[in-house]
């Protein structure tokens, strides 16, 4: 059993759609990152979260410590924003980084 | 360019070779870390670094993987006597300060084990 869960695997969704990807986790944790990787590999930190909500432009995310469970949103969404999504954690013994399999998300035009 | 930069970005070798990745990270972080991953999967932690001292290595980190960081700033992997399942992509990235910071990934290495 993975320590990260992430939902759905993949998705497709139409240029302007709201999208919602979900992550859960097993552990207890102090923080947890949301990651973008692009085709080409490279990965872009998007949020690092221990509490509530950020908002950075067309994404936000939230996390719920209670009920180990974290979203991210993308608003507006437009094809450059097609990519894996990957949810990690990083345990509250501050040793131990857990990773989701990735989110694979297709926006088309 | 100040990003953390890896090298080299692809490597083909044979089974039972030794091979050895670089990182060097943002300047002034203190923090650094390795993970690999492969095709599909979210990354895997590897091994992360504080200045020169390594604090943690994942048990994924088999006796034939060493990092090390001597002087506190560039990071180097070595696999010894790669096997197929080695092949992955190996990526480093660093952070400033305090755990579960904000944390910047290089490009990564992309290795082929034949």
């Known amino acids: 059993k993975n320590e990260v869960e992430q939902s759905p695997q993949n998705l497709t969704a139409q240029e302007g759609e709201f999208i919602t990807i979900n992550c859960s986790y097993s552990?207890?944790?102090?923080?947890l990152h949301w990651l973008q990787q692009h085709p080409g590999g490279g990965i872009v930190s998007l949020f690092m979260l221990s509490s509530g909500k950020k908002k950075h432009g067309r994404l936000i995310a939230t996390i719920n410590i209670q009920e180990k469970h974290s979203s991210l949103h993308i608003t507006a969404s437009h094809p450059r924003d097609s990519a894996v999504y990957i949810c990690a954690v990083i345990s509250n013994t501050g040793n131990q980084f857990y990773f989701g399999t990735g989110t694979s998300l297709t926006v088309i035009p | 360019d100040t990003g953390v930069s890896q090298d080299p970005r692809h490597k083909i070798t044979k089974r039972g070779q030794n091979v050895t990745f670089r990182c060097d990270p943002i300047?002034?972080?203190?923090?650094l870390y390795w993970y690999r991953q492969t095709l599909g999967q979210g990354p895997e932690f590897l091994t992360y670094?504080?200045?020169?001292?390594?604090?943690?290595k994942s048990r994924l980190l088999s006796d034939r993987f060493s990092a090390e960081r001597p002087k506190g700033s560039f990071s180097t992997l070595e696999i010894q006597r790669t096997e197929q399942g080695d092949s992955a992509m190996y990526l480093c990235a660093s952070s400033l300060g305090l755990f579960g910071e904000t944390q910047y990934f290089g490009p990564g290495t992309r290795l082929l084990v034949l």
């Open positions: 300047s002034e972080h203190n923090r």
């Open positions: 670094f504080q200045n020169e001292a390594q604090l943690e």
């Open positions: 552990v207890g944790i102090s923080a």
